[in-house]
């Protein structure tokens, strides 16, 4: 079972949750099952995704069970590896690994509140995580930095961090600019 969790600043996001909806299908076509998670802002959203991961654990107990997400998603996936430690894999792209630093602290306070950062961070609770890890950033991502990646994986060793080479816009990659095809 794969968890799609979209992104979004972690916030509420109608037509995040739906391009979720859609990703399914590819999932699905390679016989996995899927649920789009949709979620509320910072913390609260946080405890929907746990109670999401909770109830298909429940239903599926002998299911594999992976969260996927994009951005603030990728976060919400990874902090979901430190709470569950029966999760069986995180796939986290351009993913925040520590909302305290760098360009996604605005969105992060914003979300979670200043003094509530640190209750957020996949990097400082590296140690609770059990799930198979991927992270993929984006060389020139300034809101998911390579060195956030960095510092992932030396809490997490083991963490299979994939950095894609910057390249033209017209090869997307999530937050800004492009990378190699």
Do not use: N
């Amino acid at each position: 079972l794969v968890m799609l969790i979209h992104g979004g600043g972690w916030q509420r996001s109608e037509s995040g949750y739906e391009q979720q909806k859609q990703s399914a299908g590819a999932f699905q076509d390679k016989g996995y099952a899927t649920v789009a998670v949709g979620y509320d802002e910072g913390a609260k959203g946080f405890k929907q995704v746990l109670a999401v991961y909770r109830e298909a654990r429940k239903r599926y107990p002998d299911l594999p069970i992976c969260a996927s997400g994009l951005s603030s998603g990728g976060h919400l996936a990874l902090m979901l590896a430190t709470r569950a430690p029966d999760l069986d894999c995180v796939m986290a792209l351009s993913a925040p690994t520590d909302p305290e630093g760098d360009e996604a602290h605005a969105a992060a306070v914003a979300a979670f509140g200043e003094d509530q950062l640190a209750r957020f961070s996949p990097t400082r609770f590296a140690d609770r995580i059990r799930a198979k890890v991927l992270l993929i950033i984006a060389e020139t991502d300034p809101l998911a930095p390579v060195a956030q990646g960095d510092e992932l994986v030396r809490a997490l060793p083991g963490t299979e961090f994939v950095v894609l080479p910057a390249g033209p816009v017209t090869v997307p990659f999530t937050h800004f600019g492009g990378v190699q095809p």
